[in-house]
């Protein structure tokens, strides 16, 4: 085989850019693809720039601020991104001095161009958002742990039938409420919301997660209620020490419906919101960085259980979680939670409105 025919000719590069070769066999065919550098390092070479240039004044007129000339960003993969007003100091990153022009080329340790100080920016505009998605977390993780002892000291049986189930089992009513809310959303509430909102996609993504955050307060008010009223069944029969108290277990469904409701608005919504507004050559970080609000809610349940615990059960109390629950009081958790929610709707409120929506220039290739 001559060594030219080794080499795909469709255009085709290997990593240091040379042509990609077919190993031989024929059977490999390189994919086209474009290496855009280290996103941190783009991000972190904006920060150093501008804490350089702390004492340099941003320029009244922004189009003085250095960005390429060409059509598109010298970020590959990238559109160029419009200036915005907030985060100002960041913008010092962009202004050219004397001691830029000493060499020929630029330093992006000293320099950075508008589109990569906007990256900067939009990353910061998004972790706010990130930071409400960990409380709405905890509040799913719930379904888990808790809501499976909940519903241990539950009646099981299916009917008055024999057939007895696994508590846990009733998790599968939240992918069922999955199932059933897209094409909810989809077909009803997108066009009916488009009529009033005139947007596209009926609701925004911030709106969206809104309304699941909304959703998550009153998952865990329908926890906190099933569990008063199964203890106070308790009190009333005297029966704290019976391991199934007799109520049904599939009182729970109430609450495993409302969170899997809420992940339709608030997970899916996150995870586009944060691919829409996520700089071009970061969306698959920032994809991945909104997924991460499921481990941290997860750590922070751990913590949230951990401090309940040391602080109610002092001086022989058993607490408010408890191995026997019928001593405990769930409820004060659930409320707890509740409460943590709506504070946290409060916040992502005004994180919202403080937003701004990032904006591209040309189309991305």
Known sequence: MAEEDIYTKDGTVDYRGNPANKKETGTWRACPFIIGGSPLTRLFQVIVASIRKYKVKVPADKSLLHETADAESNIKGSRKVEHTKDFSFFDKAAVETEKDNVKESVDPWRLSTVTQVEELKSIIRLLPIWATGIIFAAVYSQMSNLFVLQGDQMNKYVGNSSFKIPSASLSVFDPLSVIFWVPIYDRIIVPVARKFTGHKTG???????????????????????????????????????????????????????????????????????????????????????SLTTVALGNYLSSLLVTITMSITAKNGKPGWIPDNLNYGHVDYFFWVLAILSVLNLVAFLLISKWYTYKIPVGTLR
């Open 203 to 289: 609701l925004t993504q911030l709106q969206r997660m809104g309304i699941g955050l909304v959703i998550s307060v009153f998952a865990m008010v329908s926890a906190a209620v099933l569990e008063m009223i199964r203890l106070a069944m308790v009190e009333r029969h005297n029966i704290y020490e019976v391991k199934e108290v007799p109520i049904s277990v599939f009182w729970q469904v109430p609450q495993y419906f409302l969170i899997g409701c809420a992940e339709v608005f608030t997970f899916i919504g996150q995870l586009e919101f944060f691919y829409q507004e996520a700089p071009d050559a970061m969306r698959s970080l920032c994809s991945a960085l």
